[in-house]
């Protein structure tokens, strides 16, 4: 059974994400989707076992409401509610129901909102251990049929996660890229990135992958340009510092794909 933990707060934005993770597992067996909330704790001396019983009980049947509202006839989806701090209840059931993949809504459309959203989206990736894909607002699921994975071609067989990065392959079997954007290629490779082609290649081979190395003197709009061209359907990222993820979320990039495209984003842990 793969478990696919989609956050929950109540927000249009978080209501879609669990929308799109219910399309994503329509045709792949044995998925139980969960939706989590986390409601804070109130440390009243006034406040009686009851009301704090009361809490969870309407946590519980606001997402029933958004689970009739989305299950589409299925019986896959079950709903969760914790009383606690979000970030650490949300990494203690990860880690202590065996989640396969986190499934997260971001917003925000202003500098300042989009700067406080991607640090809580980054926090969420950093203290957990499982893939979190981020899906945009409004995006809606179109199919994963194609996907890219970013990579910095940089000691590839010590710092890629394989194992995460194939089991996610392994579930939705989608055609892999894997891309390179650095302001140093021309027409011929270095002896260097040749090296770590080969790494990446022994590694992944079995997903029969087709290799781009972009010359781009802007990281992000290479990337831009490149999920435009090929039709991309998600972006696969490692968030480690100065990684693809860590740029995105910074203000000079407020125009770029996790807030104004509909491209999910699945950061692997490392």
Do not use: W
């Not at 299925?74 to 009383?83: F, W």
């Not at 055609?175 to 022994?202: G, P, Q």
Request: aromatic share 10%; glycine share 4%; charged share 25%.
């Amino acid at each position: 059974m793969k478990k696919f933990l989609v956050p929950i707060d109540f927000s249009d934005t978080s209501i879609n994400a669990a929308k799109y993770a219910v399309t994503l597992t329509e045709g792949i067996p044995d998925v139980n989707i969960i939706l989590y909330h986390v409601y804070s704790r109130i440390s009243l001396a006034t406040l009686t076992s009851k009301e704090e019983g009361s809490r969870q009980l309407v946590s519980e049947a606001e997402l029933k409401v958004i689970k009739s509202q989305i299950s589409k006839g299925t019986e896959n989806i079950s709903c969760v509610a914790e009383e606690g701090s979000f970030i650490e209840n949300i990494s203690d059931y990860v880690m202590g129901n065996f989640i396969d993949l986190v499934v997260m809504g971001i917003t925000g459309s202003s500098r300042i909102t989009q700067v406080f959203m991607g640090t809580n989206t980054l926090n969420v990736i950093r203290h957990i251990n499982c893939p979190v894909m981020i899906i945009p607002p409004e995006a809606h699921f179109t199919g994963l049929k194609k996907v890219v994975f970013t990579s910095d071609f940089k000691d590839v067989a010590r710092t890629t996660p394989f194992i995460p990065l194939k089991k996610i392959l392994d579930i939705f079997k989608p055609k892999l890229d894997i891309l390179n954007v650095d302001s140093e290629h021309y027409v011929e490779l270095t002896d260097e990135f040749k090296i770590e082609r080969d790494a990446m290649e022994d590694k992944l081979g079995e997903y029969q992958p087709e290799f781009s190395f972009l010359r781009a003197f802007d990281f992000l709009d290479g990337i831009n340009q490149y999920v435009e061209a090929k039709n991309i359907d998600a972006i696969i990222t490692v968030p480690r510092k100065h990684s693809f993820l860590s740029q995105l979320f910074k203000t000079s990039h407020t125009k770029k794909l996790a807030y104004h495209s509909h491209l999910p984003i699945i950061a692997i842990p490392f």
